[in-house]
C-alpha cells in the first residue's frame, strides 16, 4: 500500500491563480480531511469527507473547495489563491469518522507571492 | 468550542533524560485525546490514543500518556529520551460524533542534546 499520497510537494503560485491539490488513499478508507499548517497555529481542519459525494467544512474553509466522487480520491482547490494561503496542506484518512487513527500524507508545501 | 494548549513552544533535553511535555485541552464531554509526532518534512504519526478505560496509555517509541480530567491534561511521557525522538509533537481532541475531526494544539518542538 502507499498510503496517503500527496501531489505536488511544492508548489509557487501567483496571487489570483488557481490551483488543485491532489491527494489520494489505497487504503479504501471512508473518511479524509485536509488541513494546513501555520507557524506557531498547529493543524486547522479545512474541510473533510464522510465518504465519496459527502462533504464539509471545517474550522478555516474560506478560500478553497473539495469534492469527493470517489472513495481514493480527496482534491483540494484554491480558486483564486492569496499570500494568506501560504501554507502546509496536509491531507489525512481513516476508516471512518469515528475512527480514532488518521494516516496522514507527506504534504504539500504552498507558497503564493 | 474545543480547544487544546500545549503551553511549551520548544523544549531541550539532554539524550537518556526523561521528557514531559504538557497538554491541556477544553471540552465539555470526555474527550477523544491523541499525540501525533511529525519529524522535519514529514507528515504526522500518531503516537498514542485516548478514549475511555485506563487513564495511562501506552504507545509507540515508547511513549506514555496519562489523562488527568479533574487536572483536562493529557501529558506525554518517555522516561528516556533518545536522539531520534527529536521532532514536533502535536496533541490534538476528537470531536463529539465525530471522533476523526481533530483540533490541534499548537505543537512543542523537542530538540535532543548529545
Known sequence: NAGVTQTPKFQVLKTGQSMTLQCAQDMNHEYMSW?????GMGLRLIHYSVGAGITDQGEVPNGYNVSRSTTEDFPLRLLSAAPSQTSVYFCASSWTDQTYEQYFGPGTRLTVT | AQSVTQPDIHITVSEGASLELRCNYSYGATPYLFWYVQSPGQGLQ???KYFSGDTLVQGIKGFEAEF???QSSFNLRKPSVHWSDAAEYFCAVGSTGTASKLTFGTGTRLQVTL
Open chain 1, 35 to 39: 488541513y494546513r499548517q501555520d507557524p
Open chain 2, 46 to 48: 500518531l503516537l498514542l
Open chain 2, 68 to 70: 488527568k480530567r479533574s
